[in-house]
């Protein structure tokens, strides 16, 4: 568990934020005389809540390695306490042997992806990425590709 505070006042303006972040297991208790098991140990969770009273936000965060260096998870809560207005997200994160997988969805209904790929092995090998997006909301739809040559 840990937390930060962070307090600035310059030319009559006061900001200030405060963060508090807790780090847990996810559940793989083991009894004390056990072995450990075999491979690499599994990534903790995190869980953040933010503060930040200049701009009137408070946010919300939580990370879950599913696998350890393959498969991530994330949840994004922020609000405005004065108005009352919110915003959601959830995302996915899939590390594949030459390629990797974002996924987020928002609040709103819009859902974003991206897949990155390497074309070779060796390091400096062309990689070739793709991303789209969909807005339920404005009924909007957007494709894109790129291509990159070098590191």
């Known amino acids: 568990m840990g937390g930060e505070g962070m307090y600035i006042g310059a030319n009559g303006n006061m900001l200030s934020s405060y963060t508090a972040k807790y780090s847990f297991d996810n559940g793989t208790e083991e009894a004390t005389d056990a072995a450990p098991a075999p491979g690499p ?3 903790p969770s995190y869980l953040a809540a933010t503060y930040n009273a200049g701009q009137g936000m408070l946010s919300l965060n939580y990370k879950r390695a599913v696998t350890a260096q393959r498969v991530n998870i994330g949840a994004s809560l ?3 306490p004065m108005t009352l207005e919110s915003q959601v997200l959830l995302g996915a994160e ?4 030459r390629s990797k997988m974002n996924v987020c969805i928002d609040g709103s209904g819009r859902i974003q992806s991206v897949l ?3 074309l070779g092995r060796e390091p400096g090998s062309p990689a070739l990425n793709f991303a789209a997006e969909l807005d339920h909301g404005k009924n909007v739809m957007k494709f894109g590709y790129g291509l990159n040559i070098g590191s």
């Open 41 to 43: 140990p599994e990534a």
């Open 78 to 80: 922020e609000c405005s």
């Open 94 to 97: 899939f590390n594949l042997t």
């Open 116 to 118: 990155e790929t390497k």
